[in-house]
């Protein structure tokens, strides 16, 4: 689920991409069995479902909201609902706040090898001829020529292949996500963002992945078992029904049928540096930051259910969690 990582990228045309591409729920097409399996292990996680969440202690409150990284047809509508929220707010996070963001961009022009094999092998050489010509190929159904595809490191040819390829050509890459409309509306107010993380700590993490694994990230995207248009179509349609810990559990459970004999292992790891390590990160910087201050946090939605999740953490630490309605 590279979908987790996505916050690296910009989004664009809130209606276009998720109004041409369709696809189909790939867990609404699973055997009964396996499904009903699926949803029980995902109801035993702490705060399974939602979006809008206030956890409170004292006079500190911070509001919650899990993004979907990629536009979809209520990015806009989304954005409506959170207004009055982010408004209210005296300080507003997001993962990484848009200034960082632009100068993590100015950086990557200015050194493409933060992003780019600038020596050494690439990757024709570190997928072998067989794979290369299938991560070349699926690249191309996504608007990038081969190239650029040969030159990406790993991790960041990965990310690609979890964007759907009509997402792609549509235009997704290109522009503004509701996590930046967030700040955007943020800085519109005379509030700009501020970050939750280091966007170089980020990108550090990323590189720390042995490359072995990095190309096994890809090689999972490029088997023929899993259709990315599908799997995009059904990561929006459940992010939308606020289906937080079943998109986690599917996501594993995937990782762990295709991902080859290390896969266990590889998603633990994914996890714990994705996941679990950033939230506790992230939790102790706002128990400093914003004790005492009303606070908007918006960070990608896989990082609210769960035992090391945001908001189980808070709850450790004696906030109260309540979760808010949601009605874009």
Not at 23 to 43: F, H, K, N, S, V
Not at 56 to 66: A, H, L, M, P, V
Not at 156 to 177: F, I, Q, S, Y
Request: net charge negative.
């Amino acid at each position: 689920m590279t979908r987790f990582a996505a916050v690296l990228f910009f989004l664009f045309s809130p209606m276009a991409a998720a109004a041409l591409c369709e696809g189909r729920d790939l867990i609404a097409q699973m055997p009964q069995a396996e499904r009903a399996a699926l949803a029980e292990r995902a109801e035993t996680m702490p705060y399974p479902e939602g979006l809008l969440w206030r956890a409170s202690k004292g006079e500190t409150e911070i509001i919650w909201f899990g993004t979907y990284h990629f536009a979809h047809d209520d990015t806009r509508s989304h954005l409506d609902a959170l207004k009055p929220l982010i408004g209210a707010a005296q300080d507003v996070y997001l993962e990484v706040s848009n200034a960082d963001m632009a100068e993590m961009e100015r950086e990557v022009a200015a050194d493409p090898s933060i992003m780019f094999l600038t020596e050494g092998p690439t990757l024709p050489d570190l997928l072998g001829e067989a794979d290369w010509q299938i991560y070349r190929q699926a690249m191309a159904e996504r608007a990038i020529p081969g190239f650029m595809a040969a030159k990406f490191k790993p991790i960041w040819a990965a990310m690609l292949l979890g964007v759907g390829p009509c997402e792609a050509r549509n235009g997704v890459l290109e522009g503004d996500g509701i996590d930046k409309l967030i700040g955007l509306h943020a800085e519109a107010l005379g509030n700009p963002s501020r970050s939750l993380e280091s966007y170089r700590a980020l990108m550090t993490m990323l590189d720390s992945f042995p490359q072995e694994d990095q190309l096994d990230m890809i090689r999972l995207f490029l088997t023929e078992d899993l259709d990315a248009d599908d799997m995009a179509h059904t990561l929006r349609q459940r992010y939308l029904a606020e289906e937080m810990a079943l998109l986690w559990e599917y996501s594993k459970a995937v990782s762990l049928e295709l991902g080859g004999p290390d896969a266990a292992e590889d998603f633990a790891l994914f996890e714990k540096l994705l996941l679990e390590d950033r939230n506790r990160a992230w939790v102790a910087l706002l128990l400093e930051a914003a004790e005492g201050r009303q606070v908007f946090a918006a960070v990608g939605a896989a990082h609210l259910p769960g035992e090391i999740g945001v908001l189980r953490l808070l709850e450790e630490e004696g906030f109260r969690i309540e979760r808010l309605p949601f009605n874009p």
